[in-house]
T-cell receptor, first 113, second 114 residues
Framework: AQTVTQSQPEMSVQEAETVTLSCTYDTSENNYYLFWYKQPPSRQMILVIRQEAYKQQNATENRFSVNFQKAAKSFSLKISDSQLGDTAMYFCATAGNNRKLIWGLGTSLAVNP | DTGVSQDPRHKITKRGQNVTFRCDPISEHNRLYWYRQTLGQGPEFLTYFQNEAQLEKSRLLSDRFSAERPKGSFSTLEIQRTEQGDSAMYLC????????????FGNGTRLTVT
């Protein structure tokens, strides 16, 4: 079975600062993928960043980067230079080859001016 | 690439009525997924298709729920005899059948059962 745990229901950060969102997971899959999705209020789910578990190098996408610790089953998201538009729910998710995503409960991030 | 589109955006129905939602995936995507999301929760997997074949259904998908993808393109999700507990956002997503292909989501259909 796969599970995803996001231990921070809410977080806030000042504009231009850096924030890290935590995620731990458990999976029995040998080959799996990890994702962070962003869901702004009343808007669609958008992929922020993804990581293939077999890759040791941490994924980076502009201001977004991950700290992937495979042994610890940890997959945290770092947002640098936070912007007001980053305010959203952030969901961590994992999937095996069938791409059926298993989601965490989300972290509500507020970026304050 | 116009993205994943879902219709309608909002649906209000009375308990006991049937409703049907439609999802048009990205044209070259052969995988299509349905999720349900309630307020303050992450999405819950309902079912997914590879082309026209429905490969998996969640236990959440009771016999009142049925999904089809008859030609491997658009999909419909029907809920019969709706209940108030069915009120949720119904999300559709699509992807390529390739390990590194992420899911692309539509805007969702918000169902309210009164």
């Amino acid at each position: 079975a796969q599970t995803v745990t996001q231990s921070q229901p809410e977080m806030s950060v000042q504009e231009a600062e850096t924030v890290t969102l935590s995620c731990t997971y458990d999976t029995s899959e040998n080959n799996y993928y990890l994702f962070w999705y962003k869901q702004p209020p009343s808007r669609q789910m958008i992929l922020v960043i993804r990581q293939e578990a077999y890759k040791q190098q941490n994924a980076t996408e502009n201001r977004f980067s991950v700290n992937f610790q495979k042994a610890a089953k940890s997959f945290s998201l770092k947002i640098s230079d936070s912007q007001l538009g980053d305010t959203a729910m952030y969901f961590c998710a994992t999937a095996g080859n069938n791409r059926k995503l298993i989601w965490g409960l989300g972290t509500s991030l507020a970026v304050n001016p | 690439d116009t993205g994943v589109s879902q219709d309608p955006r909002h649906k209000i129905t009375k308990r006991g009525q049937n409703v049907t939602f439609r999802c048009d995936p990205i044209s070259e995507h052969n995988r299509l997924y349905w999720y349900r999301q309630t307020l303050g929760q992450g999405p819950e997997f309902l079912t997914y298709f590879q082309n026209e074949a429905q490969l998996e259904k969640s236990r959440l998908l009771s016999d009142r729920f049925s999904a089809e993808r008859p030609k491997g393109s658009f999909s419909t999700l029907e809920i019969q005899r709706t209940e108030q507990g069915d009120s949720a956002m119904y999300l559709c997503a699509s992807s390529l059948n390739r390990g590194d292909s992420p899911l692309h989501f539509g805007n969702g259909t918000r169902l309210t059962v009164t």
